[in-house]
């Protein structure tokens, strides 16, 4: 018994492990079974649940009806902005009967014509608008001079000579002029308080171009400066020395500040075309280009996409302003009819604050030693293009009266290539260059500043598309795009309905009576006699609006509405029936005893 105590630790131990065993492995397997049962459970119900295979359809379906919910909203929206943007799309006159309804639609050719012809009236009307300086002998002006601008500095649109103008070409100048016309409106509302150069926000205007891109950034180290033909092929240089023999650029009274590139914002204007164009620029769109030797590249006309609900035509100025006012001037932009965005602008020493020096006599002569004012480009050396010389022959035999710059220049040969800026001055030969003779471009506080920006043009529906012309087919006043009659009638009023020529105007019949009751009916003649005698204040007679105008023979008679209620018993005295012919009235009956 003892050496059973001695080793008793083991001898228990024997008997407990098989027994821990046991219970281990049995309890091991029944957790396992019920472990992949839970298992086999839990995969089954995920294989229930529906896969993105098989889509919930009526959440599907309720947000298709939003979407498209929405769409018309988008739509509806859309087509409202383009309503109130037709409105501003008014044609000149001589154009108006004949101008399509629908949005770039197509003219006939007489149209096409007479709007060629008409074209100079309205590009010297938006000239006009800006409120420019012209010499102290012109008279009959009606506006008060303002702003040191050439007709040269603005977008103008160059018909040939002898090819018939194409429908694109009447759209694309006529848009052109709404839109420079919207935007003069910023010049005339920043100085309508001013009574002349001196005290203006805006004293000149340098340049003044509408443009478009390819909507895809030209990185600046590719895009070059304006000028200096860049990779874009779009820069700003001297046009008007493209393609013609002869002369050299004008000088300036001093350097212009830095411009602001378009290719870096808008990407260049033509698809890399005349990328090495010595002069940075392509050749005009197809129409301004004639003649041998010169290959047209169309530059394009809008920035990016022009399919969508709207597009975008981009535009720069170059203006000599007072700096502070620019906050206001951009403003005045950027609040235009047309919806305008302010891209980039840049400021930069006013370029004429050198061409004065204070004791100098004011006159022809007070310019630093070197500078020729009357060559001078813009006024401060415009890298759009020097000014006219004489002996340049403009189309027509007509000498340009712009001064120096390109002496000795024939007319356009067959080898030359019409530009915008000779366009511009062949448009307008009696708006010479006006000199600042008493320095109100000299004033300290004037900086030069070059606008960046693009105009919104919404595109019609595209179903249903509306009138592209505006209530008022007349010639939009050129003073102000804003002020356009929304609601005018047009030319032609409809007619009212016919009547007939016998019967006298509704405004000039008297007050009704028994004597002028009768009718074409016979019953209603007889009827409102029958009335007549009854003395009570209630009689129909007195009360009876005035008769309309007997209608024509063969006409129904009126409604019964205006017939006076007739009275319960026929009057034995009631007078004799209507005659056969209805064209001749009946008797007149007895006097109402009232």
């Known amino acids: 018994m003892d050496a059973i105590k001695k080793h008793r630790f083991w001898i228990l131990l024997g008997l407990a492990l098989p027994m821990i065993l046991y219970g281990y492995f049995s309890a091991n397997s029944s957790l396992s079974a019920a472990t992949k049962a839970r298992e086999d459970q839990i995969k089954a119900s995920e294989g229930a649940i529906p896969t993105a295979s098989n889509p919930n359809t009526r959440f599907a379906e309720g947000l298709k009806a939003v979407n498209e919910k929405h769409k018309k909203l988008v739509d509806s929206a859309v087509g409202g902005l383009w309503g109130e943007q037709a409105k501003l ?10 101008a399509p309804k629908t949005y770039r639609g197509e003219f006939n050719l007489q149209a096409k014509f007479a709007y060629k012809r008409e074209y100079p009236n309205q590009f010297q009307k938006l000239f006009e608008s800006l409120e420019p300086m012209v010499p102290e002998t012109m008279k009959g002006i009606s506006w008060t001079p303002k702003v ?44 309508k308080y001013a009574d002349g150069p001196a005290n203006a926000t805006v004293r000149a205007i340098e340049l003044f171009r509408l443009l478009g891109g390819t909507g895809t950034a030209v990185p600046k180290s590719a895009a070059g400066m304006p000028g200096s033909g860049g990779a874009d092929g779009g820069g700003y240089a001297d046009p008007s020395m493209m393609m013609m023999s002869g002369g050299g650029a004008a000088a300036g009274p001093k350097a212009g500040g830095a411009m602001v590139n378009p290719a870096e914002e808008f990407g260049p204007e033509s698809d890399g075309a005349m990328a090495g164009s010595p002069d940075g620029m392509s050749m005009p769109a197809d129409g301004a280009a004639y003649g041998g030797g010169a290959t047209a590249v169309k530059k394009i006309r809008y920035i990016g996409n022009a399919e969508g609900e ?16 620019i906050p206001e001037f951009l403003t005045l932009l950027a609040n235009r009819p047309w919806p305008v965005r302010i891209v980039r602008f840049n400021m930069s020493p006013n370029p004429h604050e050198k061409a004065f020096t204070p004791g100098m006599p004011m006159g022809p002569d007070s310019y630093p030693m070197g500078v020729n004012p009357e060559g001078s ?15 340049m022959e403009m189309p027509g035999g007509e000498s340009s009266s712009f001064g120096g710059g390109m002496g000795g220049m024939g007319g356009f040969g067959g080898n030359s290539l019409m530009t915008p800026e000779a366009g511009a001055a062949a448009i307008l030969p009696n708006y010479p260059k006006v000199e600042d003779r008493y320095g109100a471009l000299q004033n300290p506080d004037l900086i030069q500043l070059d606008v960046l920006g693009a105009i919104t043009i919404y595109n019609p529906p595209k179903e249903g598309a509306a009138p592209a012309e505006g209530a008022a087919p007349e010639s939009t006043p050129m003073g102000d795009v804003a002020a356009a ?30 004597a002028a009751a009768p009718a074409t009916d016979p019953a209603a003649a007889a009827a409102a006699p029958a009335a007549t005698p ?27 509405a205006a017939t006076p209620p007739a009275a319960p018993a026929a009057d034995a005295a009631a ?13 007149a009956p007895p006097s109402n005893p009232q």
């Open 148 to 191: 040191f601008v050439e007709p040269k500095a603005l977008t103008v649109a160059v018909f040939h000579p002898t090819r018939p103008t194409s429908n694109e070409e009447v759209w694309d100048a006529q848009e052109d002029l709404w839109l420079m016309q919207m935007l003069a409106g910023a010049v005339r509302d920043a100085n």
């Open 575 to 587: 007078p004799p029936a209507a005659p056969a012919n209805p064209g001749t009235p009946p008797a």
């Open 485 to 514: 009659p929304e609601g005018a009638a047009p030319a032609e009023t409809p007619m009212p309905a016919a009547t007939d020529p016998a019967a006298p105007m509704p405004a000039a019949t008297p007050a009704a009576s028994p």
């Open 310 to 325: 709207f597009k975008e035509r981009g535009f720069y100025m170059r203006v000599i302003i007072s700096q502070m006012k």
């Open 377 to 391: 480009a813009a006024y401060s050396g415009s890298p759009f293009g020097g000014a006219y010389g004489p002996g």
């Open 534 to 560: 009854a003395p009570a204040p209630a009689t129909p007679a007195p009360a009876t609006p005035p008769a309309p105008a007997a209608p024509p023979a063969g006409e129904p008679a009126a409604p019964p």
């Open 89 to 98: 799309m008014t044609w000149p006159a001589i154009v108006s009967r004949d």
